[in-house]
C-alpha cells in the first residue's frame, strides 16, 4: 500500500518534500512491503535529487512550477531579441495547417471543426482554466502527419497540450 500524502491526501509524488527537506523519488524497485504493508519508498536531500535527477522532465516540470515567472521573463526577452524567428515559425505552422486541410471537407466539416474551438473558448470562460483546440495527429509528425480535420481534432487544456509537443503518434 502506498502511503498518502497528509497534505494533498493523494500517494506521493517524485518531487513531494517530506518535513526534514527530503524529496521523495519513487517506490523501490522489489516493492516488496514493509512490515506495517507500506511499500519501501526513496526519499533524497535536495542536493542528490538535483544532481541525480536534474535533466528528467519531471523535475523540469517541478522547477518550471516552482520558478513560473522566472521562466516566463526568459521566454519574452527570447521572444523580443527574436521576433523575426517567432513569425518565421508561426507562418510555417499556418501554412502546414493550410497544406493539411483537405480539398473535399464539406461545408458541415468546416462547421464542425469551428465547434471545437467554440468548445474551447466555452471550457474556459467555465472553469477560468484555458484550453486548446489540439490535433491528434500532429500537423507536422516527424514521421507521420495529420490533417486539419474534424477526426484529428481534440479540446485539451493549454497545459495538457503544451506538454505533449509534436510527439509521434503510432497506431
Known amino acids: 500500500m502506498k502511503r498518502l500524502n497528509p497534505k494533498t491526501g493523494a500517494p506521493f509524488k517524485m518531487g513531494d518534500a517530506r518535513e526534514d527537506g527530503r524529496l521523495f523519488w519513487g517506490y523501490k524497485l522489489s ?3 514493509k512490515k506495517d504493508g507500506f511499500y519501501k519508498e526513496d526519499w533524497l536531500k535536495p542536493e542528490s535529487f538535483k544532481l541525480k535527477y536534474g535533466k528528467n522532465l519531471k523535475y523540469k516540470k517541478l522547477d518550471y512550477q516552482n520558478n513560473t515567472k522566472k521562466y516566463l521573463a526568459k521566454n519574452k526577452k527570447w521572444f523580443n531579441a527574436n521576433i523575426d524567428k517567432h513569425n518565421a515559425l508561426s507562418k510555417k505552422r499556418k501554412t502546414a495547417k493550410k497544406q493539411r486541410t483537405l480539398p473535399w471537407l464539406t461545408k458541415e466539416h468546416f462547421e464542425q471543426i469551428e465547434e471545437f ?11 477560468g482554466q484555458e484550453y486548446h483546440v489540439d490535433h491528434i495527429v500532429p500537423l507536422q509528425g516527424k514521421t507521420v502527419s495529420g490533417f486539419h480535420a474534424p477526426w484529428n481534432l481534440q479540446v485539451l487544456p493549454a497545459r495538457e497540450n503544451l506538454s505533449k509537443g509534436n510527439k509521434n503518434v503510432i497506431f
Not at 474551438?117 to 472553469?127: D, V
Open 117 to 127: 474551438y467554440t468548445m474551447a473558448k466555452m471550457f474556459q470562460m467555465y472553469t
Open 31 to 33: 516493492l516488496k512491503m
